[in-house]
Structure formats: C-alpha cells, structure tokens
C-alpha cells in the first residue's frame, strides 16, 4: 500500500534548530513536496525535491534520499510564526498525477 | 492578484441537504483539486480536474460531485450521500497535472448538524 510517515507533534525553542522526519512507501516516485500549514488556513508551498540530497531556501532546507524513501525538512533560527504543521507530500508515478500527503506535524515553538 | 478563493470560509447545513462549495482561480491554471482534511490525517483528495469538462474520481468520491464548465471554476458539492460530511476542504490548483507545486484556496469549513 501507499503510506507516508512522520511524527504527529515536535517541540522546539526560538532561535533553535529543528528537523522534521518523513518516510514514504508509494506505488512510484514523481517527487516529494513539504508544505505549511497554519492552523485553519491553506497549505503553502515550501520545498520540492526530487533528486537525492539537500535543497536549501533560506532559513528551510529539505533532504531526500530516494533509496531510503525518506525525507526530512531542517527549520533553523526558529521563529514563534515557524508554529504550525509541516505536511510532507509525495507525487506518485501513475498519472504523474496524484500527491499523497502525510498526516503532518504539528511544530510549536516555545519562547 | 492571481489567486485561488474559496467561499465561504465556513458554512453550517442540516443534514440531508447538499450543499455547494465555490472555489475559483484566476491563476489561468488548467488542473483542478478538491481535498478533504480530517484531525490527524493528511489531505485525502475527492476530485480533481485536468482541463475544462474534464473530472476524475479521487480516493474518496463517494457522496461528492463537481463540475468544471469553466476553466476558472470548479465547485464541488456535498450531497445528502455523503456519511460524513464535517471537515475541512481545501481546493487547490496548478499549471497542469505535472506541476511540481499547487497553489491551495484559504478552505471551507463544513458542520453539518
């Protein structure tokens, strides 16, 4: 079956580093997305990967190993606005069509 | 702005009536997609769209109809069928069908009491 793993809640202080894990079982691989989502709002768009190894936008860095079916997002200087939930994405290969997402983890910052 | 929007942000229904979402975009985008979000799960997709007059069946459709007679546009509505209708639905958009990002609607939040 088609699964995606990562942990429910994370804890982490201002100013801190943090690295969200994300594992993947999917029936093909089209790439894997990480997206944001404050509570009661719409996901937003954060990093797309789809060759091994490290992308990195500013403060957010995104890794992927293929073989590994697993991903993790690194969030550095943290910000109280950094609270919300991380939902980790993964393009399968029919179609090239369908995006199955994690449960996401839920991030809170403390001061 | 470009933009997708849905409304409304929250919408109450008795149960047994259908009810209609809007959700519209003016990004010029051709794919379309409807998204149901539960607490603790991800987003599990109900319909998506490629092109106008186009629609496929998602991973949970039962209950759920669409229509796409505009490129701009693709409501979805909620019918009397559909078990459990409470939640939170994202729709969502992008170039095409193999875009690697999709741009989402702020969500309606759906109580059916």
């Known amino acids: 079956g088609q699964n995606i793993d990562q942990p429910t809640e994370m804890t982490a202080t201002e100013g801190a580093i943090v690295q969200i894990n994300c594992t993947y079982q999917?029936?093909?691989?089209?790439?894997l997305f990480w997206y944001q989502q404050h509570a009661g709002e719409a996901p937003t768009f954060l990093s797309y990967n789809v060759l091994d190894g490290l992308e990195e936008k500013g403060r957010f860095s995104s890794f992927l190993s293929r073989s590994k079916g697993y991903s993790y997002l690194l969030l550095k200087e943290l910000q109280m606005k950094d609270s919300a939930s991380y939902l980790c994405a993964v393009k399968g290969e029919t179609g090239g069509f369908k995006t199955i997402f994690g449960a996401g983890t839920r991030l809170f910052v403390k001061a | 702005d470009g933009g997708i929007t849905q409304s409304p942000k929250y919408l109450f229904r008795k149960e047994g009536q259908n009810v209609t979402l809007s959700c519209e975009q003016n990004l010029n985008h051709d794919a379309m997609y409807w998204y149901r979000q539960d607490p603790g799960q991800g987003l599990r997709l109900i319909y998506y769209?490629?092109?106008?007059?186009?629609?496929q069946k998602g991973d949970i459709a039962e209950g759920y109809s669409v229509s796409r007679e505009k490129k701009e546009s693709f409501p979805l509505t909620v019918t009397s069928a559909q078990k459990n209708p409470t939640a939170f639905y994202l729709c969502a958009s992008s170039i095409d069908r193999v875009s690697t990002e999709a741009f989402f609607g702020q969500g309606t939040r759906l109580t059916v009491v």
């Open positions: 999917t029936s093909g691989f089209n790439g």
């Open positions: 769209s490629q092109i106008v007059n186009d629609f």
